[in-house]
């Protein structure tokens, strides 16, 4: 599909779509660029990447593609060094999971500009980490403009499809929304549960770190995400987040209540409601023991 492909940041997302290119046989050279001198040096030692860049233009050069796998604050400025030196048809896209600040990249004539964000990850991160099947499975979403172009659109959804996710389109702004209820709230909690549980008392914060076990236990693997990219999200996704935040703030008065009130009834009923949804998640496969599998093998 493409003769030579840049992947600019290769950490957990951008090595693991590397490994795909490889498998797939999609690039003929798969080029690395990054901040980072060992994390470049890892991935090559890895067989990651084929070259190692120290500058996003020098590797973007003469490259048919460029996938953006930084963190979201970067986002918009590497796509926009990219293709200030990129050749007439070149694509480049991201994998970002904040569309809204970014879907809308101005790119020179010529040179396509599709945003992506596959709905893929786990807690590690690092090119060690990364493993083709992270995305078998999962949904890719594009969140093209009325500016993009339909044919780059095409290949993006394709390279994806080749990783074996389910691809959909939707707005940049539906995209945020949903994201900051599904997953980026999800994170917020899990970060302040776990700083809750670091600022008790020694005792009890070492009992509870001792016994960790199942919520608790999920919540610090959710925890363990990288700060940055974190960081990152929540300064680009401000207001679908604190939208959430306020409406989970609001569910959380309702369940406080009921807790004070000992109203058994509508504690059962709220249960019973959200562990529907549970079982709508596990129906839809995005929760099964195959994607567990996937998720214990990257971690070896």
């Known amino acids: ?109 010529g040179v396509f500009f599709v945003p992506a964000h596959p709905v893929a990850g786990t807690e590690k991160s690092g090119p060690e980490n990364g493993f083709a099947e992270l995305f078998e499975g999962r949904w890719c979403i594009l969140t093209p403009t009325e500016k993009t172009d339909k044919g780059a659109t095409a290949v993006i959804r394709r390279v994806w499809e080749k990783a074996g996710m389910r691809v959909e389109e939707m707005s940049p702004e539906r995209h945020d929304r949903v994201m900051a209820l599904m997953s980026h709230l999800p994170h917020l ?57 306020q409406r989970f703030t609001e569910d959380l008065t309702v369940l406080q209540r009921a807790i004070r009130r000992k109203d058994g009834a509508a504690l059962q009923e709220w249960f019973t409601r959200t562990r529907d949804i549970r079982r709508r998640i596990v129906e839809v496969r995005q929760d099964t023991p195959e994607s567990e599998k996937l998720l214990l093998k990257g971690k070896k």
């Open 189 to 245: 909690i899990a970060y302040t549960i776990v700083g809750t549980a670091a600022d008790l008392e020694e005792q009890t914060r070492n009992d509870v770190l001792k016994y960790a076990a199942g919520g608790f236990r999920d919540f610090t693997r959710i925890a363990g995400s990288d700060p940055v990219m974190w960081r990152d999200i929540f300064l680009n996704n401000t207001d679908a987040v604190l939208d959430g935040l």
């Open 1 to 109: 599909m493409f003769k030579t492909v840049l992947i600019a940041g290769v950490g957990l997302i951008g090595s693991s779509l590397a490994r795909v290119l490889r498998r797939e046989g999609l690039a003929g050279e798969i080029r690395g660029a990054g901040r980072s001198a060992d994390t470049l040096r890892k991935a090559k030692e890895l067989g990651v990447i084929d070259a190692a860049f120290d500058s996003v233009e020098a590797g973007a050069k003469d490259a048919d593609a460029v996938f953006v796998c930084t963190p979201v604050g970067r986002i918009v400025e590497t796509v926009g060094r990219a293709a200030s030196v990129m050749k007439k048809g070149a694509i480049v896209s991201d994998v970002g999971s904040v569309k809204s600040t970014i879907a809308s990249v101005e790119t020179p004539d």
